[in-house]
């Protein structure tokens, strides 16, 4: 699973940073040495994506399941919302991680937040897959987006 | 099983017209078809060209859809087939004639031509036989006295079976009517100049006499007196008792009227009568229906000591000016307020929303433009718009039908029968519910006709929304 995600962040490295992307991959400080240990924070942050995604997609295709909601740009406000969601939780996951990211590694507030931006695009990308896999069931949405 | 639909005169087609309107509603019949006659020498007639046309648009709508048993769609079940141009039994010799040359006075000995003066006035005698009898039974006998002569009735007489029916429609207080239903059952019941006439004499027959239930105003120019109303449907009731009742020549008798009558406009005939409809032509109607659905009580003529004329009545359990589904007996109420109400939200949906083309009800069956612009589709709108019009006019007599709430509000789409709130709190409003449910429902496979998958979608689901919003069922 650290590998998937590893992954998937990774096509982001470019946006937040590879020091930030060593720390969430479970690289750690030993004085000027970079050591891989065994906390790869991609995982959690995420399967917390993933759920926000699902949670989401539930709420949006079965719970809520209105007719008056399907039109396609209802749909992408509920993706822009798993977006937002994701961006703040990305953020403070990562500004929480700060302090402990040792001097070797320079990591900036401002690399959090391009975290949450490549969080939240991650997130949106899984309620897309979500969304086109798991939308036929759906009596009134089923053909949302398209 | 047939029901031969005798409707004589100016109310037999308004009866029509209603009866038309709850086929159309999916009111329970339990005839697999019904075959209307109309009996009305005023061709142009405006209430005769209205039910005649309404009956047409229902048989074009009914012939792209399928009512085998494993279909659940009431709308337009029952059949109504034209066996007969127009649905109209042609009357020979009453177009561009007057009634003295119907009768051929000129050539009339002169013994028969002062007894022909002293039944019929210079007035009756002068009147142009196209436009009817204009309230004069006394001409009407002697005109309508040509069934067995008639082509189309041989026709009637030769398709007749055993199980079929025979149901007359009339007034008793105008012409047409009062003269032609004595003339039409004694026809019925005696002759022998006809097709199958053991079947026809010893058939089930049964009428609906219409007692005074409108006036038209005071016109010295018009023959049409509505003061004189009153006296001859009393005089008739008299004749009827006698000839009809006493001899039990007929199965089963109806009768509705009411003393509350809206004032019409005196207008003898032509394209110009064409009178609101009334809820006295509702209740008609459900004569029909209820004796379509009822038993023969003379299974056999021929013992004539053992036959009985079985009489009925329509009442309301509260009188009022206004009459709701809440004044309705229980069975009237449990026969109208479903179908009524399902239909009036079909029509009101094709009327008055546009917003669905991207439903998945739409997509999922291929619901396209070519479909929406069909003739199906127009005749039906132009059925349904008929269908709130009709509801209109009863909403707008003096002693109104008025169970709908007959507004265009966008925003109240539920809020339609009176006496009844809708009920549930759902995340969809109004017409998107409607969609809601449109959505949800199965129906009809998606393999199907377009049409019957569509009158099937639509009757499912308005079942389902009288049910969760109205509590209807």
Partial sequence: MNIIFSWIYGWFISIFG?????????????????VLGD???????????????????????YIVNSAKLNRWWHWVIVMLLVGIVNFFVGHAWTVAELPNMGGCLTVYVGDCWLFGLANAIVSALFFIIISFAGKWGSSQCKHTPF | MKVYVFGIGGTGSRVMRAMTML??????????????????????????????????????????LDFSSKKQNRFFRTEIMETMPNFRLPLSNTEDCRFDEYMDLSGMSKENKALARLLFSQKNLDSDMKIGFKGNPNVGSV???????????????????????????????GGTGASGFPLLLKTLRTSNNIANPNLVNNAHIGAITVLPYFQVQQDDESSIDSATFVSKAKSALSYYLRSISQNNTID????????????????????????????VELISALALIDFANSQNPNPERSNAEYLQTVHKEFGIEKDSNEITFVELGQKSKKQLRKPMTQFLLFAK??????????????????????????????????????????????????????????????????????GNSPRGVFFDKNFKFFDNRLNGTRGESKSGEKEQQFAELFYLATEKLVKDKLNID
């Avoid at chain 2, 209307?36 to 009956?55: H, K, N, Q, S």
């Avoid at chain 2, 002569?149 to 007489?157: G, K, L, T, V, Y």
């Avoid at chain 2, 707008?396 to 029968?417: I, K, M, S, Y």
């Fill in chain 2, 349 to 418: 949906y094709l009327d008055e929303y546009r917003d669905f083309m991207s439903q998945p009800w739409v997509v999922d069956r291929k619901f396209d433009d070519n479909f929406f612009d069909s003739d199906f589709i127009s005749t039906l709108k132009t059925v349904q718009s008929e269908y709130i019009g009709w509801l209109a006019e009863m909403a707008g007599q003096q002693r109104a039908f008025t169970p709908f709430n007959l507004h265009r509000d966008p925003n109240r789409v539920f809020d339609l029968v009176k």
């Fill in chain 1, 39 to 61: 906390r790869c924070l991609y995982t959690p942050i995420g399967l917390v994506a993933l759920g926000v995604a699902i949670l989401f997609f539930v709420l949006y295709y």
């Fill in chain 1, 18 to 34: 590879e020091d930030l992307d060593y720390h969430l991959f479970g690289y750690e400080c030993q004085g000027d040495e970079f």
């Fill in chain 2, 143 to 173: 005109v309508l006295n040509q069934f067995e002569d008639s082509i189309h009735f041989q026709n009637f007489a030769n398709d007749f079976t055993a199980q079929d029916k025979i149901f007359i429609i009339s007034s008793i207080f």
């Fill in chain 2, 252 to 279: 089963d008798l109806y009768y509705v009227g009411d003393d509350t009558r809206t004032t019409y406009e005196n207008v003898e005939g032509g394209a110009e009568q064409k009178n609101n409809a009334h809820f």
């Fill in chain 2, 23 to 64: 086929l159309a509603s999916g009111v329970e019949c339990k005839a697999d078809a019904i075959v209307p006659i109309i009996v009305d020498p005023d061709a142009a007639g405006g209430d005769v060209e209205r039910a005649a046309t309404l009956m047409r648009h229902y048989g074009e709508i009914r012939s792209k």
